[in-house]
């Protein structure tokens, strides 16, 4: 059996790290863009379409994220895909995120005045320009903060993708664990890199909050 | 080759996800209340004019909130018997759900505390109350009302997200789903089967939170 230092332990982990990383900027645009187009066909407004948006939210709210990831690892290789831990964790995520993005999102679309739809298509515009000039630039004001707020919830997802076998932060953790018996140091020293990774998003978005509330009146 | 679907390779197995149904409810019940009873006395905390105590709650909200539910849940289970605290699968699995519930609970009730007018509290000073009844008879309801959908969405999250405690053995109800994945290889049918049950029961409990709160709130309104 190997030693490991505590700087081993830690070097480890942050090697490890830089996959929770990737993982969650991945997750967090890849489902920014899937969201962004479910709220855009939402926001069109054919009812079926309303409904089955509607509906995909309530399916992964309504389910944890670890079925989710269990359903796509062990569900796409049976339609002939081979998927590795990566592009199950990157798939599973991104739907995840795009879910709750869009989830927000409406929120922030609706809050804006009925008013602003109906002047700026008294001015001609169709529905692509009104949202592109009118709605998405003062709906994007508003949802910045609960976006970055939500940026959190992606990253702490990241970790349940340790189980179907992807090597990030807290699957390394377990591994080093197996290696040096010292379950209390190593989960220790990956509950505190995960909270550098989020503690300042948090600050950020509660940053951005105090920020808009102004301007949001 | 293509796949056969066969769900009803899972009908000889009922029983395993009966009982996983059952333990993740005990496991939602026990953490949601001894969760909230824990954010109500921290958001009191955080609300008292003691900074030092405050500041320690303060750390313990920022901390949870920070750090994924897995991690915590493993740092209890495997990381607390090196400090002499050694816990089974299912105290483990409460004990994280708790203090995570907690955190969260702590902060959305202090939002809820914030908003409470502050004649309210001047007015019951005035009829002489002291700060434990003014808390109790004139705060904390009409805070927790104010929050309860808040509140509601997270205790649904903390039931969903017990789903990882499978990973220390607890045998909930992705416990009892990769038993039976295990003993017939029907991976897929097994999880498509536990998610519906997943999404059943987040639907019931939070009807069931709101038949709760209606019963908690609305009545008192004309006391």
């Known amino acids: 059996m190997s030693e490991f230092s505590l700087w081993d332990i830690v070097y480890n982990l942050l090697l490890a790290a830089r996959w929770t990383v990737l993982l969650s900027l991945t997750a967090f645009v890849l489902g920014g863009l899937v969201g962004l187009l479910l709220l855009m066909v939402r926001t069109a407004g054919n009812p079926w379409v309303i409904r089955l948006v509607r509906g995909y939210v309530e399916l992964f709210q309504g389910t944890p994220l670890l079925m989710q990831l269990f359903i796509v690892f062990f569900g796409l290789p049976l339609i002939g895909l081979d998927v590795s831990p990566w592009v199950a964790a990157t798939l599973g995520l991104t739907l995840f995120t795009s879910a709750f993005l869009t989830e927000i999102w409406r929120g922030c679309v609706e809050s804006i005045g009925k008013g602003q739809w109906e002047a700026s298509a008294s001015l001609g515009m169709n529905f692509t320009q009104q949202m592109r000039y009118i709605v998405l630039p003062q709906a994007l004001r508003i949802a910045i903060p609960p976006t970055v707020g939500f940026s959190v919830q992606v990253v702490k997802g990241t970790a349940v993708a340790s189980i179907i076998g992807f090597v990030e932060l807290t699957k390394a953790g377990t591994m080093i664990t197996n290696a040096t018996y010292e379950p209390f140091t190593v989960y220790g020293c990956v509950a505190v890199m995960y909270f550098l990774i989020c503690y300042p998003l948090s600050l950020f978005a509660r940053h951005l909050e105090g920020k808009f509330r102004h301007v949001a009146r | ?223």
């Open chain 2, 1 to 223: 080759m293509a796949y056969k679907f066969d769900f009803g390779a899972i009908v000889p197995h009922w029983q395993l996800l009966f009982d996983g149904v059952i333990l993740t409810t005990e496991l939602t019940v026990i953490g949601a209340v001894v969760g909230v009873g824990l954010g109500i006395m921290g958001a009191w905390a955080r609300a008292s004019r003691a900074p030092v105590i405050s500041q320690i709650v303060g750390v313990y909200v920022e901390l949870i909130r920070n750090t994924p539910f897995l991690v915590q849940l493993f740092f209890i289970f495997f990381g607390l018997p090196a400090l002499g605290v050694k816990l089974t699968e299912f105290q483990a699995a409460v004990l994280a759900m708790i203090v995570n519930l907690g955190a969260y609970s702590t902060e959305i009730i202090r939002a809820g505390i914030q908003a409470i007018p502050q004649g309210q509290i001047e007015a019951a000073q005035s009829l002489a109350m002291n700060r434990v009844q003014i808390f109790r008879y004139v705060v904390i309801l009409p805070a927790l009302k104010k929050i309860w959908p808040a509140l509601s969405s997270q205790i649904v999250i903390v039931m969903l997200g017990s789903s990882v405690c499978s990973q220390i053995a607890a045998e909930e109800l992705t416990f009892g789903a990769n038993y039976i994945q295990a003993l017939n290889f029907r991976a897929f049918e097994v999880y498509f089967v536990v998610t519906g049950l997943y999404l059943v029961m987040s639907i019931l409990l939070r009807m069931g939170l709101k038949v709760l709160g209606n019963f908690l709130f609305e009545r008192r309104r004309h006391v």
